[in-house]
């Protein structure tokens, strides 16, 4: 049980296009989901947490305009890269976390490669 | 603020060997504490937790025993495999951080054949 579907896994695409990543719980509902970033050979780094039904809550130094995150069900939380550029290219990954429960489930993540 | 130290990597085993990947933690508050393990190109997978002082989490022949009094989370396992290859990381959540993941730095582990 627990599972977290991320989708897509990879993607390329040409700078200033917008990108759209999918977080889905399959079998459980999940008021919060958590977005990270991770660059290579490093930890994650925790981008904003999105919350079902509300605005998402962004860590310091994350723009949100540049990062949207949108929480519109229990089990999909979405995460769009706009205008993309090649400094955004990386490894994203989504958590997610059965309400009123510990620990986070996390997708397989979703490389991103801007030209 | 919260935070987690890990030692770092890469640390390379023979098959067989017995493995200690130290992490200790800074919490204001009782924290839960995890261990997470990402295969190359993959998520992260949920090893093991623990979520109060004594309590000791175990998956798969790994272990780690919460250890309040040197804030300490250290994972062992007695015989490591090549398939047990990947990146580990230590984490804490706590409701002082609103239950957001601290992440240490993940140390890489290699084990030859």
């Known amino acids: 049980g627990a599972v977290v579907s991320q989708h897509p896994s990879w993607v390329i695409c040409k700078s200033g296009t917008s990108v759209k990543i999918e977080c889905r719980s399959l079998?459980?509902?999940?008021?919060?989901m958590f977005w990270y970033r991770q660059f290579p050979k490093q930890s994650l780094m925790l981008m904003a947490t999105s919350n079902e039904g509300s605005k998402a809550t962004y860590e310091q130094g994350v723009e949100k305009d540049k990062f949207l995150i949108n929480h519109a069900s229990l089990t999909l939380s979405t995460l769009t890269v706009t205008s993309a550029h090649p400094e955004d290219s990386s490894f994203y990954i989504c958590?997610?976390?059965?309400?009123?429960?510990?620990?986070?489930?996390f997708g397989d993540g979703t490389r991103l490669s801007i030209l | 603020g919260d935070s987690v130290t890990q030692m770092e990597g890469p640390v390379t085993l023979s098959e067989e060997a017995f493995l200690t990947i130290n992490c200790t933690y800074t919490a204001t508050g009782y924290p839960s504490l995890f261990w997470y393990v990402q295969y190359p190109g993959e998520g992260l997978q949920l090893l093991l937790k623990a979520t109060k002082a004594d309590d000791k989490g175990s998956n798969k022949g790994f272990e780690a025993t919460y250890r309040k009094e040197t804030t300490s989370f250290h994972l062992e396992k007695g015989s490591v495999q090549v398939s047990d290859s990947a990146v580990y990381f230590c984490a804490l959540s706590s409701m002082e951080y609103g239950n957001k993941l601290v992440f240490g730095a993940g140390t890489i582990l290699r084990v030859k054949s």
């Open positions: 079998d459980f509902q999940a008021t919060t």
């Open positions: 958590s997610a976390r059965i309400t009123g429960q510990q620990p986070q489930h």
